[in-house]
């Protein structure tokens, strides 16, 4: 049974409602088949086996022979016409969202919102679902992830927030805070390298910088050069030929770019839907454009609330990056000078309400002389399936984030 989940990416779910049909005939007029058309079928082959089994044809039983129902099979229907539903509300969705994204390019938005008005809409006749199907996704997941002997959620390449958060959740969003030139860009970028080498697809709303100026920071971090001086152009030969390396390498991995300075939250759904991202970073909050009316905190609120969304639909993992307002410069004395807390998110103390994990970045020497300029602390005062705790971390300039040496940690 393990197999059957990751196969309904090739139409083997539409398969087995088939077949399951031709094992027990009855279940064409059972009430799981309620509402359901050969529109539903998205592949046209099983599409066709459809409409003939409606009208009470013959199918050739050889061409679906690998996929043979049993009792056990017949049993689970309920379960395949649920997907077979889900897949194709996704379908639909995915074209739609692909028309809006056509008509926000030639300027029409009013058109554009229309049709995401329509997405939204669209639902799927049996959302409802009890625990006893909920169990069995979950059992037949988690199965295939122990044979696999791999997790199911995405590691961000830090040993210490991987171990504390379990790494990156379907469905879940992200927030990473700090102030300006505190590293989130930075750290956003290292994350979608890592994740991107387990062999899953990124996608990035880079709102403030251009690709291309993305691609040479990721580049550059990678190599261990200063972005400083490859943009002056006071590099050797050597270290040229370092970046450009990194750069090849950076380009065969699953990271694309959208380069849209004018994004707003309807741009974000609409251009986010159903491409198969695993993760979507937005960077950052305060770039995406809104409509005139609303108080900076409705808008900070409402983008949170999309990427929630778009984490959501799209069963994927959204890290949103976001600024500090510049209180948090003054809070504190001696050694927690500075040190952020969740009420330092500029224009918004709502993002926490729809954040399922918070990550604070802090950099003492940032605000306190004579300390380290490698000491660092992470701090994560929201998780909502564990326990808010920091843990220390090192800024290593030109070449990001690191773990500090395994063993010599804490989270408290």
């Not at 996704?137 to 961000?156: A, D, F, H, N, V």
């Not at 330092?344 to 306190?368: C, H, K, N, V």
């Not at 002389?369 to 929201?382: C, H, M, N, S, Y």
Request: net charge negative; charged share 25%; proline share 3%.
């Amino acid at each position: 049974m393990s197999e059957i989940w990751p196969r309904w990416e090739r139409n083997e779910g539409q398969r087995l409602v088939i077949n399951c049909i031709l094992t027990d005939p009855s279940l064409l007029d059972s009430d799981f088949m309620r509402n359901v058309t050969d529109n539903h079928f998205t592949d046209p082959i099983m599409r066709r086996y459809y409409k003939l089994l409606m009208v009470g044809g013959d199918i050739p039983t050889e061409v679906l022979a690998e996929s043979n129902c049993d009792t056990v099979f017949t049993s689970k229907f309920g379960y395949y016409v649920s997907r077979m539903k889900t897949q194709y509300v996704t379908y639909r969705r995915g074209l739609l969202s692909e028309e809006a994204q056509g008509l926000l390019d030639i300027g029409k938005t009013k058109e554009a919102n229309e049709l995401l008005q329509r997405i939204e809409s669209l639902s799927i006749d049996d959302e409802w679902v009890d625990f006893t199907e909920g169990y069995k996704e979950i059992y037949e997941q988690k199965e295939l992830e122990l044979s696999k002997g791999i997790p199911s959620s995405m590691r961000t390449g830090f040993i210490k927030l991987d171990q504390v958060t379990g790494g990156m959740h379907k469905g879940q969003l992200w927030v990473v805070g700090a102030g300006v030139g505190h590293g989130k860009t930075v750290l956003a970028t290292q994350i979608a390298k890592n994740v991107a080498g387990q062999g899953n697809s990124v996608g990035v709303f880079s709102l403030e910088m251009t690709r291309q100026s993305v691609l040479e920071r990721f580049a550059c971090g990678s190599a261990g050069i200063d972005y400083i001086d490859y943009v002056n152009a006071q590099l050797s030969h050597k270290d040229l030929a370092l970046v450009l390396n990194e750069m090849h390498k950076l380009s065969t991995l699953g990271i694309r770019f959208y380069d849209n300075p004018m994004a707003t939250p309807d741009t974000l759904l609409g251009a986010s839907m159903n491409k198969g991202f695993d993760l979507i970073i937005i960077d950052h909050l305060h770039r995406v454009k809104h409509s005139n009316g609303n108080s900076l905190n409705e808008k900070a609120f409402e983008v949170a609330n999309t990427a929630k969304t778009v984490a959501r639909a799209n069963d994927c993992t959204v890290l949103l990056i976001s600024q500090f307002n510049r209180e948090h410069t003054k809070r504190g004395t001696g050694k927690d000078l500075g040190r952020p807390a969740m009420s330092d998110f500029r224009d918004s103390g709502m993002i926490e309400a729809e954040a399922d994990t918070i990550l604070l970045l802090y950099r003492p020497s940032e605000y306190q002389d004579g300390v380290d300029p490698a000491k660092a602390e992470w701090i994560i005062p929201k998780l909502r399936f564990g326990s808010a705790g920091r843990f220390d971390m090192r800024w290593a300039g030109k070449r990001g984030w690191q773990d500090i040496a395994i063993g010599t940690g804490h989270y408290d």
